[in-house]
Nanobody, 122 residues
Framework: QVQLVESGGGFVQPGGSLRLSCAAS????????MAWYRQVPGKQRELVAI???????DYVDSVKGRFTISRDDAKKTSYLLMNNLKPEDTAVYYC????????????????WGQGTQVTVSS
């Protein structure tokens, strides 16, 4: 049974930084695309950053230049480094990953973490 466990959320003042981590546990044969989403009450979940298996990345415009997504496949972990945080970044952040759980690497499943709260306020 594969699970994604997030850590690193918390409270920070505007201009501060946080680093989120998302670690996969269980039997993982291959990690494909990994991503971070965020959601505020009453709004749809928003894709924030994505990194593919070749380490290609993309970001929503509102975080470009401030957030950096990375991955360490040996540790089965993705990271989201968030700099120059703004109050509008306040949300629950969710990690997402496409994972092959058998030797049949062409077959993969999508997993979600439980979410971690990030609050940016003075």
């Amino acid at each position: 049974q594969v699970q994604l466990v997030e850590s690193g959320g918390g409270f920070v003042q505007p201009g501060g930084s946080l680093r989120l981590s998302c670690a996969a546990s269980g039997t993982v044969f291959k990690l494909w695309t990994m991503a971070w989403y965020r959601q505020v009450p009453g709004k749809q979940r928003e894709l924030v950053a994505i990194i593919d298996s070749d380490a290609g990345t993309d970001y929503v415009d509102s975080v470009k230049g401030r957030f950096t997504i990375s991955r360490d496949d040996a540790k089965k972990t993705s990271y989201l480094l968030m700099n120059n945080l703004k109050p509008e970044d306040t949300a629950v952040y969710y990690c997402n990953a496409q994972i092959s759980v058998t030797i049949q690497l062409e077959r993969y499943y999508e997993y979600w973490g439980q979410g971690t709260q990030v609050t940016v306020s003075s």
